[in-house]
């Protein structure tokens, strides 16, 4: 099998320059390691552990694999120090973060050898970062699924890469071996997928829930701010239409609901959700509405994801959906985008043969 050696595989040591993104509810052990076992990257979710399910989920997956993989936490989580030391403690190879993590936090993963690994989505994120000495960079445009921005990845990415020095991944709209050969041309280190590994065979999602993003076009994805206050690209469903017509009381009013459900659920306290409702909104440009929405993401993505119920639940979803058809194992997804990588990698230093040099009059 052939194998294409970027900065991202020198980093973490993976074969292939693909990373299953943490998508909670999503990313467990069977996914991460199946993926780890294939050559790639693969991120356990723990936004929707306790800390002692991920403790778990750690153990379970280095049972299954002797391959790197990585976490991905919330840098705002009231114990992401202690979620950090167990990452250190356990010798999980990549630290990965939705939201920027605090300059200690990546000082001490990196001094003990982890690798760190944020997601942004503007240049001046990962300016940022990259200062505070975060290994890499994964860049979503506004393709990717759940939480996104209104820019392209083909003008994000090149703005990124012309920010910083650190290698950069690519997300939002990838899904194939030529996907990854472009990003690869404009001089990512790889690409990451969330969509497209939720739709394997090692993917935990119910089989009803695969089978309703199969049927999907490309226009059956919206962005809506009615799940969280925060732009979020779901499937289109009646749940989400319903999502759209309702007024701020009635999201307000869910969204008190589920943070008690979540509660119940997490085990967490109403001191430890407020203290992280505080920390969210000193940490961005969320309002106090939006901390108070966000307790509807979990809950109505479980119902979807783990739950199968479409009805009750929304579906996050990149518009990449609307080009799938199957359902392959993970390794023949990894494999298969490698190879066809690499044959239209072949073909462009083929045409660059075939042209010559170029004379002037």
Request: charged share 25%; glycine share 12%; aromatic share 4%.
């Amino acid at each position: 099998m052939s194998a294409l050696r970027t900065p991202l595989t020198e980093l973490t040591g993976v074969r292939h320059p693909v990373v299953q993104t943490g998508m909670g509810w999503v990313a467990g052990p069977r996914l991460v390691s199946a993926t780890a076992e294939a050559g790639g990257l693969g991120v356990l979710a723990s936004a929707t552990m306790t800390y002692d399910e991920l403790e778990k989920a750690v153990r379970e997956t280095r049972s299954r694999t002797q391959q790197p993989f990585g976490v991905n936490l919330r840098a705002d989580a009231e114990d992401a120090e202690r979620r950090v030391d167990l990452l250190i403690r356990e010798q999980v190879r990549v630290a990965s973060f939705a939201l920027a993590p605090r300059r200690e936090l990546i000082s001490r993963l990196k001094d003990a050898g982890v690798v760190v690994i944020p997601s942004v989505g503007a240049a001046r994120h990962a300016e940022k970062v990259a200062e505070w000495g975060a290994d890499a960079v994964v860049v979503q445009g506004g393709e990717g699924g759940g939480h996104t921005g209104p820019v392209a990845t083909t003008l994000l990415l090149p703005a990124v890469l012309d920010a910083v020095d650190i290698p950069v991944v690519a997300a939002g709209g990838f899904f194939d071996g030529r996907g990854l050969a472009a990003a690869l041309a404009y001089g990512a280190a790889g690409v990451a997928m969330g969509t497209r590994f939720l739709l394997t065979r090692e993917s935990t999602v119910p089989d009803a829930v695969k089978r309703a993003y199969l049927e999907r076009g490309l226009g059956d994805t919206v962005v809506t701010r009615k799940v969280d206050g925060m732009p979020h690209r779901v499937l289109r469903t009646e749940l989400v239409e319903a999502l759209e017509r309702s007024g701020p009381l009635t999201g307000l009013a869910r969204a008190a609901r589920n943070a008690a459900r979540f509660r119940r659920l997490t085990g967490l306290s109403w001191r430890s959700m407020v203290a992280e409702g505080i920390g969210m909104r000193r940490g961005g440009d969320r309002t106090w509405s939006q901390v108070i929405m966000a307790a509807n993401t979990p809950m109505l993505l479980r119902a979807g994801l783990v739950a199968g119920d479409t009805d009750a639940g929304v579906l996050a979803s990149g518009q990449v959906v609307g080009l799938l058809d199957d359902l392959p194992s993970v390794a023949e997804l990894i494999d298969g985008m490698v190879a066809d990588a690499t044959r239209a990698i072949d073909r462009l230093a083929a045409i660059r043969t075939a042209a010559g040099p170029v004379t002037r009059e």
